[in-house]
């Protein structure tokens, strides 16, 4: 099983990015698709999620207005859009996939990428 992140990299503040997450190895049509990421120095957050058979976008409060997602379930892939980007957001963002019903916080994750660096320089 796996989740393959990519679209990172540096962005100036203000600025947009869109990162990918496809998965392979399983089914994971019973599993909510979250985004989490992690600054130096700081814990493990949840930034974004989405249900991969349904429902929409849930965003972290430091995200929200910003952040939007989408799926596509023949491609096995979801993407994660942020919009108006702040030094704050750099970190390495991870995918994760948390059966439903879980809590959607570290702990729960039963899979997780590799991780793909965000800068947002100011």
């Known amino acids: 099983v796996q989740l393959v992140e990519s679209g990172g990299g540096l962005v100036q503040a203000g600025g947009s990015l869109r990162l990918s997450c496809t998965a392979s190895?399983?089914?994971?049509?019973?599993?909510?698709m979250g985004w989490f990421r992690q600054a130096p120095g700081k814990e493990r957050e949840f930034v974004a999620g989405l249900g991969w058979s349904s429902g929409g976008t849930k965003c972290a409060d430091s995200v929200k207005g910003r952040c939007t997602m989408s799926r596509d379930n023949a491609r096995n892939t979801v993407w994660l859009q942020m919009n108006s980007l702040k030094p704050e957001d750099t970190a390495v963002y991870y995918c994760?996939?948390?059966?439903?019903?879980?809590?959607?916080?570290?702990?729960?994750?039963?899979?997780w990428g590799q991780g793909t660096q965000v800068t947002v320089s100011s």
């Open positions: 994760a996939a948390i059966p439903l019903g879980k809590a959607v916080v570290v702990n729960s994750a039963d899979y």
């Open positions: 190895g399983r089914t994971f049509r019973n599993y909510f």
